[in-house]
């Protein structure tokens, strides 16, 4: 999301510091950047803006800092200095002059002036909102401002008592996807289905699992997506019962599945799409009984992805009809029932169905209120991923049912009616991934 969306993230800010106001008490606020982090001698990691801070800012530099007060609604914003040298280096900065024109800053600073202003922004106020424990440095920084602060007490100054997440508030407006934040995931949908078709129509055996990482990554880039939302999963053969395989090494085999999970970031908002399909194009009996039996369990859990229902639902209609398939295949003897209170179901379907999806790819938002699971509202989006993984040396089922993993993950935003399967365009059915395959 561009500068141009400014208007945007002046409403968020202001959203943010009236909830913060209605809490009931003065407070200040503090959101740093991202850290940079080095890599070897001068050379970084790639650098991703933190998600809390660019929702509210846009604004993408490291080594800044937001501070607003949700009394006077100012926002200050504290940022890398303008620099000629390392501007012909790293590329242009904003500096303070560039927040103040462009991001809606009403003060800013360099931020090597943070250890001498963030104490006088924090001086008169009841609460700190800051997310402690996520940089040590930066809690250093804030809680020595914090103690500064303290220290003039005898002055007559008064400083915040309080130090609160503000994940309790941000978190919870992101957890709801408006109109924008709707776009870009659309977005970073279709680019991911883009992404599948490709590496469903060129897979052939003998190819390597990373000429198909290859190909994501190509149409990912190909098509504006700044990055991958995580790490691509391309896991063949029984890679595929390897729930987070990374390696994606191996010469993929005639006979073998392939998973995919793989999904880009659009605008800093994500896609979480996982499709498995037959490297050869055709399925074995035994492969083909379980994939159409975590497609049923995905089909159910999809339909509960409704307003009033919870994750926990979602889950609990994967679990029944996966549970029910497995007996139904001899792969689990009893009643499903008591099965399911057992969680036979376990050694074959060990995590659970969904996650919040959003600018994070886990998204914050809270998964309980009143220790009771949350009711699904129409704006939230989730993710719908059952799976089936049998692995190699699992001799508890005969051995032509061994090294078969099977995940099927799409992203679901809640609506007042029916659930809109925004991954909808990357085939699922048997027939249709036979058809994708052929198409290359
Ligand atoms: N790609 C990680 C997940 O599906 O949760
Ligand atoms: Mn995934
Ligand atoms: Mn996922």
């Given amino acids: 999301m561009c500068t141009c969306h400014s208007e945007l993230f002046s409403k968020r800010r202001l959203a943010f510091l009236e909830a913060v106001a209605k809490s009931g008490e003065d407070a200040i606020c503090v959101f740093p950047a991202a850290p940079v982090f080095t890599r070897n001698n001068d050379v970084e990691h790639e650098y991703r803006q933190d998600s809390d801070l660019f929702y509210l800012t846009g604004f993408a530099e490291p080594g800044s800092v937001l501070v607003m007060d949700a009394k006077t609604k100012q926002s200050t914003y504290f940022v890398r200095p303008r620099d000629k040298d390392r501007e012909i280096w790293d590329g242009p900065r904003f500096g303070v002059d560039g927040v103040k024109e462009h991001f809606g800053a009403s003060e800013a600073f360099t931020i090597d002036k943070l250890a001498e202003e963030l104490p006088k ?5 009841r609460r700190l909102y800051y997310r402690l424990g996520v940089s040590r440095p930066m809690d250093d920084k804030v809680l020595e401002a914090l103690d500064r602060t303290r220290a003039r007490g005898r002055l007559g100054v008064t400083w915040p008592v309080e130090i609160v997440d503000p994940g309790t ?31 469903m129509g060129r897979t052939k055996p003998g190819m390597h699992e990373y000429q198909v990482e290859a190909l994501l990554l190509e149409t990912f880039r190909a098509h504006g997506s700044e990055r991958p939302a995580y790490g691509s999963i391309v896991g063949s053969g ?24 793989a999904g880009c970031e659009y605008d800093y908002y994500a896609a979480d799409v996982t499709r498995t399909f037959p490297v050869s194009g055709t399925f074995s009996k035994e492969q083909e009984a379980i994939y159409d039996l975590v497609l ?9 992805s409704v307003k009033g229902s919870s994750l926990e639902q979602v889950h609990g209609a994967c679990v029944d009809v996966i549970t029910r398939g497995l007996v139904r295949l001899g792969l ?40 009771k699971a949350r009711p699904l509202e129409p ?45 909808r365009a990357i085939p699922k059915t048997v027939d249709d991934l036979k058809r994708a395959h052929a198409a290359a």
Avoid: C
Avoid at 241 to 260: C, F, P, Q, S, V
Avoid at 348 to 361: A, C, I, N, P, R
């Fill in 332 to 371: 689990l003897q009893g009643e499903p029932e008591q099965l399911i209170k057992d969680e036979a179901y376990k050694p074959f379907f060990m995590h659970k169905t969904s996650h919040w999806l959003g600018m994070d790819v886990h998204d914050v938002g809270s998964y309980h209120t009143g220790g």
């Fill in 238 to 261: 029984t890679n595929a019962t390897i729930l987070h395989y990374r390696a994606n090494n191996r010469k993929m085999g005639d006979g073998e599945l392939l998973l995919i999970d």
């Fill in 296 to 304: 049923e369990a995905q089909e159910a859990g999809i339909a509960k």
């Fill in 169 to 199: 508030i941000l978190h919870e407006m992101r957890l709801f996807k408006g109109g924008e934040d709707i776009e870009a995931m659309r977005k970073a949908a279709d680019i991911t289905a883009k992404a599948h078709l490709a590496a």
């Fill in 121 to 125: 922004l924090l001086a008169g106020h």
């Fill in 379 to 423: 704006g939230m989006v989730l993710t719908v991923e059952p799976g089936i993984y049998i692995g190699a040396e699992y001799d508890k089922v005969p051995a032509e049912w061994r090294g078969i993993g099977v995940r099927i993950e799409d992203d679901i935003l809640v609506t007042a009616g029916e659930p809109d399967n925004l991954t």
